[in-house]
């Protein structure tokens, strides 16, 4: 499977299957012809004509898509490839999330891990070093307000750690995202109206952004649980709840540190609020011009996810590649995957085979 972001956002587009090439038709443009194994996923906005031999080879290829509601009324759909037969894993997975050892043992390593991405986050704001992404966009302004909220992440790490139960650590988790966004509600400039974080809708630029970065990144954690085996709707710190996938909540709380770095990059070089539209029913949406930016900036984080998101000596079970530009958001979750079914318990069956050979 290839890396390009297909982007449908015109209810006049037209895109139908030619063998293994999709074909594009845009009005007053000429026709633009796509390999499927170079598409990496689909964006779907409101309703581009499509055909249903396009879903199916895209499915077969393992291709997923994304559609969002043309208006912002509602949730975005999932389109792709259903689980792996890895059941081995799966069973593995319901044993650990009935045990409140083993759930509470997963939520501190995830929670630990975000706390600790975001300590390192605040290090690079504070920073005034050019040759890092993030360095030098708000250095001068926040580093005490930075101080401040650091020592507030690292109580709550430290906190996480001797946590005895999930209730606790999601208190924690919690003191901690507030701390941080309130950390964001002061240095950002008054013309992007955040005051903290809100959704559904997102009630102004920085919130639509962050909805829409994480549900991009969740989209690429669905991926990876599906390949591995796992149930998505089976979590360790996000309860069961009819309609939500759990475990893909839970995988995206190590990564939500360096989505909020990527739309903090976005509102400082490439977007303004002219790129946005709002309404009181659907929120604060990107409009067409915004939509190309951002997924063409998207495109290129997925596929150069900031070293800095995961310390591999410290954090994982394997070295740092030699390159870390390496780093793809899909590798970043994998690991993370990795390290989560690396807690749970073993589940052999009577012929002796476990989950850990599927």
Known sequence: MGEIVVLLDHRDIVVKSEGQVLRIDRPGRKPERVPINMVGRVVVYGSPMVSCDVWRKLADCGVPAILFPGRGKGGPAWLGSGLSTSVMVRLAQHKGAASPTVSTEIARFLIDR???????????????????????????????????TGEILRRCRLAVEEAESIESIRGHEGTGATAWFSFLSEILPPKWHFTGRNRRPPRDPVNGLLSLSYTM?????????????????????????????????????????????????????????????????????????????????????????????????????????????DITLRSAIHAIVRDVTGILPQYQTSEGDTWESC
């Open 217 to 325: 990144a969740l989209s690429e954690v669905r991926q990876v649980v599906q390949l591995r085996g796992l149930d998505p709707c089976v979590g360790f710190m996000h309860l069961p709840r009819a309609g939500r996938e759990s475990l893909l909540l839970d995988i995206l709380e190590p990564c939500r540190p360096a989505v909020d770095g990527f739309v903090l990059e976005l509102i400082h070089r490439d977007l303004t609020p002219e790129h946005f539209t709002s309404s009181k029913s659907n929120g604060s949406r990107l409009n067409k011009n915004g939509r190309a930016i951002y997924y063409s900036r998207w495109s290129e984080r997925r596929l150069n996810w900031p070293a800095w998101h995961l310390d591999f000596e410290e954090f994982l079970s394997e070295p740092a590649p030699a390159d870390k530009t």
């Open 114 to 148: 975000k706390l600790a991405v975001q300590e390192k986050l605040l290090e690079l704001l504070c920073r005034d070093d050019q040759d890092e992404t993030l360095c030098s966009l708000f250095a001068e302004e926040i580093v005490e307000k930075a101080a401040a």
